[in-house]
């Protein structure tokens, strides 16, 4: 078989087995929201940044299937599971995005209304009849399908945001003028206010010019995680695993490192603990950014070098925050 054709093959395959673990991953969520099983482990967290996190993801779906997501936010605090609010955003976006035909536009508002954060997804698209609204929240409900939809859920993913932003003390509802004419759905959480250091409208500390090299083997997620650093003005190097990570360290002379655990050739231990062994790179700050978030994971990370380690999904400004910590670190270090 041609190494051309092999590739697309293996596309294919990639993307659907994504798709069919998305949905075995959204069916044993239903089940244990049903067996109330879900426990949610809460603290602040920023929706803009939240929705910004969620809209990077998506960018490889928007430009694949030739759509624009564009977004309104203003910083608004709520009191959230980080990972199910991004699996309440992301379902909702991709639901958009399903339903808008090509050449669309998704626009995602996030604002404050009075003692509400309100997130606000609207596509342009499908739309659906006013007998339907009430019904697109039950559990494996399916409304007319477009003909552009090239793949089907189980009418899942709409129940799980109703029943995890419920969770969270929220609500959410839907509206639609009718087929052909988009849809719109909004949510709202209890707003609390900015953790103490917080300006409710200041933007994340911006770094000058610092260069990082950043390691991640999912292509997807380093090249949206990259563009969230550069948006903040740093100079990324993006490497793909272990050996590139070493040799880049040596060429770009970085501020920072950071770097996956989970690495295909050499795991994030054993980079770090090299860099630390060469005399040329061992004063790098490394930050170990993975899903591997067990204590005894962390103990690993600090025995092997790293200076600090934040579990995934994490929100932009939370890495900007690390990275800045860790420079400071090595600046007063220097002094």
């Keep these: 078989i041609e190494p051309e054709r092999a590739g697309r093959y293996h596309d294919i395959i ?34 803009a940044d939240c929705v910004a996190s969620c809209v ?9 299937i030739g ?12 009191d959230g599971d980080a990972v199910r609010i991004e699996q309440i955003l992301n379902n909702l976006i991709t639901n958009a995005l399903k339903f808008s ?15 509400r954060a309100v997130v606000t997804v609207q596509d342009f698209g499908a739309g659906m009849d006013e007998v339907l609204l009430p019904q697109v929240f039950e ?5 007319p399908q477009p003909a552009n939809r090239t793949q089907t859920g189980l009418g899942i993913g709409l129940a799980l945001v109703r029943q995890l932003t419920r969770l969270h003390g929220g609500d959410v509802d839907a509206a639609s003028a009718g087929r052909g004419e988009g849809s719109r759905f909004s949510l709202w959480l209890p707003r609390i206010d900015a953790p103490l ?57 970085p501020d920072a490192v950071l770097l996956d655990i989970g690495l295909p050739d050499i795991d994030g231990y054993e980079v770090a603990r090299r860099l630390r062994a060469n005399p040329a790179t061992h004063f790098v700050p490394l930050i170990a950014l993975t899903g591997y978030g067990q204590q005894r994971d962390k103990e690993a990370a600090a025995a ?7 579990v995934k999904p994490v929100e932009p400004s939370r890495v900007v925050e690390a990275v800045e910590e860790v420079l400071a670190k090595s600046a007063a270090l220097e002094d």
Excluded: C
């Design 14 to 47: 990639r993307r659907q087995n994504r798709h069919l673990a998305h949905i075995i991953n959204d069916l044993l969520d239903v089940s244990r929201l049903m067996a109330g099983k879900i426990t949610l482990e809460r603290y602040p967290l920023n929706l």
């Design 56 to 64: 990077e993801a998506l960018r490889a779906t928007e430009r694949a």
């Design 67 to 78: 759509l624009r997501i564009v977004v309104r936010a203003v910083p608004v605090w709520v």
């Design 101 to 115: 035909p090509a050449g669309g536009e998704v626009q995602v508002e996030v604002r404050e209304d009075g003692e």
């Design 139 to 143: 559990p494996f409900f399916q409304g």
């Design 197 to 253: 250091g917080e300006a409710p409208h200041a933007s994340p500390p911006v770094a000058s010019r610092r260069t990082l090299v950043y390691a991640e083997d999912n292509e997807d997620a380093r090249a949206a995680m990259a563009e969230l650093l550069r948006s903040y003005d740093y100079e990324v190097v993006e490497v793909p695993d272990g050996k590139s990570v070493l040799a880049a360290v040596l060429a770009a002379q």
């Design 304 to 310: 092997a070098g790293f200076d600090l380690h934040l």
